[in-house]
């Protein structure tokens, strides 16, 4: 079993910014592509970043300006740093992982990632 538990999650305002982690145990979290999704209110989870085992990223294309995916294998832990944050950052973030797949191309798409953290609230507001 993979067991993915997201921290970092809060309450900040417009402009700061936010580090969100994500801890694997289970598995071969090395091999696996990892990614973060969002759930704005209202609106359906969306794609932000997919990293590979070599630390290769692939941003959806409104995600790459303010926010970095990476990863540290030794800490079997994935970030996600968020900056100058927006009103329109406040949702649920995920983390996500597909152990089916250990190649290079880890596009942020929902349907190919079988394991997911319970998701992390996060909230900007002024």
């Known amino acids: 079993k993979v067991e993915l538990v997201e921290n970092g999650g809060g309450s900040v305002q417009p402009g700061e910014s936010l580090r969100l982690s994500c801890t694997v145990s289970g598995g071969t979290y090395s091999r696996y592509c990892m990614a973060w999704f969002r759930e704005a209110p209202g609106k359906e989870r969306e794609g932000i970043a997919g990293i590979d085992r070599d630390g290769y990223t692939n941003y959806a294309e409104s995600m790459r300006d303010r926010f970095a995916i990476s990863r540290d294998d030794a800490k079997e832990t994935l970030y996600l740093q968020i900056n100058n944050m927006t009103p329109e950052d406040s949702g649920v973030y995920y983390c996500?992982?597909?152990?089916?797949?250990?190649?290079?191309?880890?596009?942020?798409?929902?349907?190919?990632?079988?394991?997911w953290g319970q998701g992390i609230q996060v909230t900007v507001s002024s």
């Open positions: 996500a992982a597909d152990t089916h797949w250990t190649g290079t191309f880890c596009q942020p798409m929902i349907n190919r990632y079988d394991y």
